[in-house]
């Protein structure tokens, strides 16, 4: 059996991919989690074979998650579900050692099928997106993608500072440099176009 945790914060989508993979004969779906640090917690106690998860996600994204369980001393295979296609996700995703990813709107044949695949160690990306996987190259360091993805979100510099345990001063240094690395007009333009490349 293929053990699979899944991670969605819709908990609607999490109960109909957990009751689709649940009637294959070889997928056990030993969990679901509805963020990403509780699938973190999920996945070092389960100890699933494969995770299944969102890239939106309240606590960690799937693609913080997918970094954060590469530590761990028997990392789960990890398969992206998501509603977007987007280049700058989908290389950051094979950057971070995720063997599958596939769109929400993928037949789920597909989806039962991939799981597979990567459980047996190979890479599976969505046909429409495998041509797109080497686009636009993401500029951002990861701590300025952390300020504008907060600053997107309406967060003052103060807000930010005190979140990240920052310097207000660093955070508009971090600020400067992102909006000139996208070329936006600002802070919240920037933002718009790093999430439009799928960098944030």
Do not use: C
């Not at 999920?42 to 530590?71: F, H, K, N, Q, Y």
């Not at 995703?93 to 995720?98: F, I, P, Q, R, S």
């Not at 799981?115 to 190979?122: D, E, F, L, N, P």
């Amino acid at each position: 059996m293929i053990r699979v945790l899944i991670a969605e914060d819709q908990a609607m989508v999490a109960g109909a991919l957990a009751a689709l993979l649940g009637n294959q004969p070889d997928i056990d779906v030993v969990g679901t989690a509805h963020d990403g640090r509780a699938a973190l917690t999920a996945v070092r106690t389960l100890a699933p074979d494969v995770l299944l998860t969102d890239i939106e996600m309240p606590g960690l994204s799937g693609l913080e998650l997918a970094t954060a369980v590469r530590s761990l001393d028997v990392p789960p295979r990890v398969v992206i579900l998501t509603t977007f296609a987007r280049q700058g996700y989908l290389r950051r995703a094979l950057e971070a050692g995720v063997l599958g990813y596939l769109l929400k709107d993928s037949p789920s044949s597909r989806l039962a099928e991939a799981i597979r695949r990567v459980h047996a160690g190979s890479r599976v990306v969505d046909p429409e997106l495998a041509g797109d996987a080497w686009g636009d190259i993401d500029p951002l360091s990861d701590r300025e993608r952390q300020v504008l993805r907060l600053a997107g979100d309406g967060r003052s510099g103060a807000d930010i500072a005190a979140e990240l345990h920052l310097s207000e001063g660093t955070v508009r240094n971090y600020l400067s440099e992102a909006i000139s690395k996208t070329g936006g007009r600002n802070r919240v333009d920037a933002a718009r176009i790093a999430r439009d490349k799928g960098w944030l």
